[in-house]
């Protein structure tokens, strides 16, 4: 049933994520592909294991995402490892 609510509130919200997705000029998660106005810092050698690369490459991804990434991984992410902040762009 949770999946069932979660898929009639994705389609509710599609219009605005069209609409945000053509104006939006900032970040936007290579996975999902949502745009997301939280900038947040996780610690490079999670970043690097999570991502698969060991320049500080590897893309852009929501916490969501990435999050979700690592668990497929068997990485635990802890509170302590990420730091979080609203990202305000410039007009």
């Avoid at 994705?10 to 970040?27: L, N, Q, R």
């Avoid at 936007?28 to 320049?55: A, L, P």
Wanted: overall charge positive; some cysteine.
């Amino acid at each position: 049933m949770y999946q069932i609510k979660r898929i009639i509130r994705y389609i509710k919200h599609f219009p605005s994520f069209i609409k945000e997705a053509v104006s939006w000029e900032c970040e936007s998660c290579q996975e999902c592909g949502k745009c997301f106005r939280i900038m947040w810092h996780v610690k490079d050698e999670i970043w690097n294991k999570v991502t698969n690369t060991y320049d500080g490459g590897g893309g852009s991804y929501c916490v969501d995402c990435f999050i979700k990434k690592a668990e497929k991984q068997g990485i635990h992410i802890r509170k302590e490892d990420i730091s979080l902040e609203p990202f305000y762009p410039e007009k």
